[in-house]
């Protein structure tokens, strides 16, 4: 039996995991950080605590660790030993890693399991074992690292505030996969630079990013916003605590595809596209009201 006391500790203890998760993402993303602010809790913190997670395995593939002098082999390890800890802590419940502790109390408060982890963690390994893609391991790649995240949150939307997971309604599944898989493919065309010249990847089948056209510009950023149109169709059908920030979410990137759309290829293998934080916030306000008109 647990005593009045160590559940007070357990709470204090999950307390400081929650504000952990809060404060990566809090450094690392500006953009995520208005939306989620749209979020009704405990939607909010739960999808903070997802975010985080997946933020620091970024980081472990995307050159803190390889900055921090670890070589090819130790980062593998690394990567491998924090799966090992995600799962161990969805397990039992509790990690000595704060932010592995605040995703393992989501995951199982809202049923998140391996079907959705270990895609993701297969697609940071490619990270470490891939420069350049097919069509096939892009397509791995785009599900694991970005779809899984998306269908992640989707199960904290449905469970909301119940006490057990709920099940997503089906109509929502399609959408939150393909909003994950838009939101990755703008972030590749926004970071060709960075990517191509620093990590040395090309995730662009068949496109060399320094000699990308505005063809085929154009041809990436239809199929991103073919996803957009299909993720946009479902986020009438989500729980008020979620509807606007995911439309907000949504809009932003919306915005993003048509700036990508308008500047010259050559200059997006030099220059980091950006929504001004104004621009941001307008989105946001319209989101909201429009999220509210959609759900009455």
Known sequence: MISPLDAQAAAAYRSAASAAAAAVIGRYSTSFGL?????????????????????????IVDGAARGSGLVADQIAASLD????????ARETGFSTDLVIHAFARTARETGIGPELTAPF?????????????????????????????????????????SPAPVEPDARLVEGARRLGAAFQKVNFLR?????????????FPGIDPAGLTDAQRDLLLDDVDADL???????????????????AAHDLFAELSARLRATPAARLRTRRVRVPDLRKACIAVRAVALARREGA
């Open 121 to 161: 963690f297969a697609s940071m390994r490619m990270d470490l074992e891939r420069s350049d893609h097919t069509p096939e391991t892009f397509a791995r790649y785009v599900h694991g690292s970005a779809e899984v995240v998306g269908l992640m949150c989707l199960r904290v939307f449905a469970t909301d505030r």
């Open 35 to 59: 939306s989620a602010r749209l979020l009704h809790e405990p939607v909010r913190t739960r999808v903070r605590c997802i975010y985080a997670l997946v933020r620091v395995a970024d980081e």
């Open 81 to 88: 030993a924090y799966e090992a800890a995600v799962e161990a």
């Open 191 to 203: 970071d060709l630079h960075a990517d191509a010249d620093s990590r040395g990847r090309a995730y």
């Open 229 to 247: 149109a299909a993720a946009r169709a479902a986020i009438v059908h989500l729980p008020a605590s979620s509807r606007a920030a995911v439309l």
